[in-house]
């Protein structure tokens, strides 16, 4: 069963995460002070470059700070087949990670600064990314989301579909103390867990932190 690599909520056209290979999520915080969809300037897009890391990993944090995976920081960028991103002057203002192991890729990251959501830019960066697979023999693009609607409702404005679902449970250290036995002296200090979509309302009643994760997914033209 997929891992998470982080999450979010609140979606329009701006924020969603997804992890490498194993089960991401999807973020998106208001922006506030600009009317959305009035951006200042346009976003140049263009390919990663080593120079950017300080600033793309300040973009994830803060598109992040808002959402369900408002824990999952990077002190480093994890390398990916294909790193888009957007550009606020010489500031990173959106990401677009995607693995490309073969004819089936998935979605690492892809996020907006909260200073740029509500103009477009993940769509714009979506757009730039789908061609370039295309040209690369991908066939199908996937990621994995938690339950906002804003960000189901972007993946479906974007030809997303749901293919599966299961549980990412969050379990406190107390939590994981009334499932769990310690051995060896060692002291559980919390858990990431997985479980069948079935057992939601258990594990609802069980656990204070649990999400649903839905894989989902776009056919791409043969």
Known sequence: MPETSGEGSGLGDDVVDAARGRAGEVRLLGAPGRPRGAPDRPAEIRNYEPADEASWLRCRVLGFLATNSYDDV????????????????????????????????TIDTVVVHPGRQGEGIATALLAEAVPRLERCGVRTLGAWTREDVPALNWFARNGFTELESCLHVHASADEVGTVLTARHGLVSAGAFLHARIEREAEMRQRFERVHVCRRMARELRP
């Open 74 to 105: 990077w002190q480093v960028k994890r390398r990916t087949d294909l790193e888009l991103v957007a550009l606020d002057g010489d500031e990173v203002a959106g990401i677009l990670d995607v693995s490309v192991p073969g004819a089936e890729a």
